[in-house]
């Protein structure tokens, strides 16, 4: 086993020592609200956010995307469990705007080992193979973040099974300051 692995489980054995209540939290969000934000490990949403265990779905994926699975994922918050509100945080130096889908594309198809971040594109490390398929992907990359976060919350509100009178708002979360900053241009979309 690794040395991540040992951490995780010890990490996780003190939690469930102390779990007690938490096993007692509803299924549905106490605070009734949905986040979809960037999978970023800059990024806690529960600090940012003021959130306890059990208060709000928090949606993650590289870039916070309207993936079509991200998109399933707040249409279940909603039907199932209840939100009432869903949130769009995006951040500044993000990975996702980094390089677009060609040189991402290309890294895969040309080795399949981790990249090393150059100037101005990545390369690839190790020795191949790549992998074909990698031409194919489609990372959802952008090159401006507000503006980004300002089609995400469109093409959330324009799908025609979110309800028009979900609030959803755009904001950008600032990596160096902690501060959350709303994207006007999100909230104009938001609108139903």
Known sequence: MS???????????????????????????ARRFAILTCMDARLDPARFAGLAEGDAHVIRNAGARASDDAIRSLLISYKLLGTREWFVIHHTECGMALFPDEVINELLASSLDTSVIDEPAGRGVGK??????????????????????A??????????????????????????????????????YSKA
């Open 3 to 29: 040395k991540v692995y040992e951490e995780v489980m010890a990490a996780n054995a003190a939690y469930s020592a102390e779990f007690g209540s938490k096993s007692e939290l509803a299924l549905p969000p």
């Open 128 to 149: 191949g193979p790549g992998a074909p398929a990698g031409r194919s992907v489609n990372s959802l990359t952008f090159k401006d973040t507000a503006e980004a976060v």
């Open 151 to 188: 089609n995400v919350v469109r093409r959330i509100r324009e799908d025609p099974l979110v309800p028009k009178n979900i609030p959803i708002y755009g904001m950008v979360y600032d990596v160096k300051t902690g501060r959350l900053i709303d994207v006007p241009e999100a909230t104009n």
